[in-house]
């Protein structure tokens, strides 16, 4: 479905963030990306999404290159914009219309998709969101601006769904729900965390990324999460010391945290 051969890109040219990854993300996989703050995850679903481009290689949607000259066609631009969606890290990123209805419509209406408004409303219904119709998004908590964020991306109903740290905020019943949406839809899913247990929970493939924006592990999410040493290396595990009588021995842990 989509393509990265050996992908350089830096925010300096001379400080890559990404250096010589490639991966191929296949039409319905549920595939995790891991990795520890700064390791390029998000970096990566931008690229992913079109909103950067890579100083060197190659990036293939459908066997189409994804680059700037072709967004530049509107045909293809439209189609691509709404079969692949991306749910930044941060909803403030991407909130900015006066009411939580009209910032749900509002990927539905620009790309002409039928009743957009009877969209807004029922996204919101599913997210627990329809006292909030009316109101400023800005007004919204943390966890309810997350909401709204994640029901504009799905409104639009997209083949290919990019997902930036999606549980940020979020009570653990609307996880589990968003989890099962997730599972259960007819939709290829990338989605980028530190957060083991819903790596465990979320996807079948594992891809976990180290410092320089290296790609350390591709393949089942299990036997990642079993392998310690992989995780630690990905600074996802570190070694605790503790104190058993006299003695003092260090273990490695992999712990779980989220970003709320």
Known sequence: MIELD?????????????DGLSLKIRQGDKAVILGANGCGKSTLLKLMNGLVFPQAGTIRYRGE??????LADRHFARRFRQEC???????????????VREEIAYGPRQLALPEPD???ERWAAAFGLVP????????????????VALACVLA?????????????S???ATVGWLIDTLLEADTTVVAATHNLSLAAELGSRCLVMGEGGRLLYDGPVDAALANLALLEEARLAHRHRHRHGG???????????DVG
């Open 170 to 172: 979020l009570d653990p």
């Open 156 to 168: 639009i109903e997209p083949q290919l769904l990019l997902l930036d740290e999606p549980s940020a």
């Open 65 to 70: 290159p994804l680059a700037k000259s072709a």
């Open 118 to 120: 009877a969209c807004a």
């Open 132 to 147: 909030r119709l009316d109101q400023p998004p800005f007004l919204l908590s943390g966890g309810e601006k997350q909401k």
């Open 85 to 99: 969606a991306l749910l930044f890290q941060h909803p403030e990123a991407m909130l900015f219309n006066p009411t």
């Open 6 to 18: 050996r992908i350089r890109f830096g925010w300096e040219e001379d400080k890559p963030v990404i």
């Open 247 to 257: 003695a003092t021995h260090a273990h490695l842990h992999a712990h779980d945290w």
